[in-house]
């Protein structure tokens, strides 16, 4: 199935100032968000509990928040979880307070409430939450490196250098936008990150290999006209692939409940923005790093050089002639 037509060449890269412009300053305002306003980080990274509560009327939510206030766990935050029924309780706490069975307490404490039950403790001490927060941080940047190692070996210094200025603007991207709608962070987002840099990663891949291959078969000298016409060719398919993720996960985000929503719009920022980059970014970028062809053929006429002298040597060293 094709979106577009394979024989026509779109001009991409005459246009690629203003695109890394919109870039430039989607990832500006991103970093402007997170630094001014910061991210949501939740039970997993800060510490604290977790009291999921099901009533059999929806929850007064204003009724439960006033009870709260004339006790210990003043500054909680209650919210809506999934339906007018359910309410998640988050409380920031010390580890001497999770040793406490937050469970049984809040039961006595929300008692004139309503009628309602406990469905769900979940407790992470602050040490915990710490260690959580400089993990995830060691994942992100040891992923980062063996990309940069791995594309640096597969292709060339400049597609490496290109690949990662591509996946940090996206990963900058999604966190502006977890930010701006004060997602809450947690190991599900941290799955979800790490997961839109495999997925953006393999996207960048691919138009990175028709570039390599338009380079080594195409009569073009002008870096521009190969990355137009690679990138031309691979349209329908980067654009197929991110339409049936992009599909599955608006399934996900709509109907998979509470639980996931943070996993789902992070992903689905994700999509949007990789494709985006796979498209208009990541390629500009190798353009802008003056990725030389004739420097690239000349290397890779150099290698089949000694490939053929080695073949040549074997083939002479079978027949007993050397």
């Known amino acids: 199935m094709e979106m577009f037509k394979t024989d026509t060449i779109y001009d991409f890269m005459s246009k690629r100032l203003p695109f890394l412009g919109l870039s430039g300053l989607l990832v500006i305002a991103s970093i402007v968000l997170l ?33 709260l206030k004339q006790t210990k766990y003043t500054n909680s935050s209650i919210t809506e979880f999934g339906s007018p029924e359910e309410v998640v309780i988050r409380v920031t706490g010390t580890s001497n307070d999770l040793a406490n069975d937050i469970g049984d307490e809040m039961h006595k404490i929300l008692a004139s409430t309503g009628n309602f039950e406990v469905r769900r403790v979940d407790m992470v001490g602050p040490k915990v939450g710490g260690e959580l927060r400089e993990k995830g941080l060691m994942a992100l940047t040891l992923s980062l490196i063996v990309i940069l ?16 200025l591509a ?24 799955a979800a990150i790490l997961t839109l840099l495999g997925y953006s990663l393999n996207d960048t891949i691919i138009v990175f290999d028709r570039i390599r291959e338009g380079v080594q ?7 521009e006209s190969v990355v137009n016409e690679s990138v031309s060719k691979t349209l329908s398919r980067t654009t197929l692939t991110s339409l049936t993720t992009f599909f599955v ?16 719009f992070t992903m689905l920022v994700g999509i949007i923005v990789g494709t985006y980059s796979s498209i208009f970014v990541a ?8 990725f030389s062809i004739s420097d690239f053929r000349a290397k890779e006429a150099e290698k089949l050089k000694r490939q053929k002298e080695k073949e040549k040597m074997r083939a002479m060293y079978e027949q007993g002639t050397v």
């Open 217 to 223: 078969t195409l009569k073009e000298s002008v870096l």
């Open 283 to 290: 390629a500009s970028f190798l353009v802008q790093l003056k």
């Open 149 to 164: 190692a791995y594309v640096s070996f597969r292709f060339e210094w400049r597609f490496a250098v290109a690949s990662i």
């Open 35 to 67: 630094l001014t306003k910061g991210v949501n980080f939740g039970i997993d990274f800060a510490g604290g509990t977790i009291v999921q509560v099901k009533y059999e009327q929806p929850a007064p939510i204003d009724k439960i928040r006033e009870t």
């Open 167 to 190: 996946l940090i603007h996206d990963i900058t991207i999604a966190l502006g936008a977890i930010s701006l709608f004060s997602i809450e962070v947690n190991l599900d987002i941290l």
């Open 249 to 264: 996960v608006v399934t996900l985000f709509l109907f998979g409940g509470e639980i996931i929503h943070g996993f789902a």
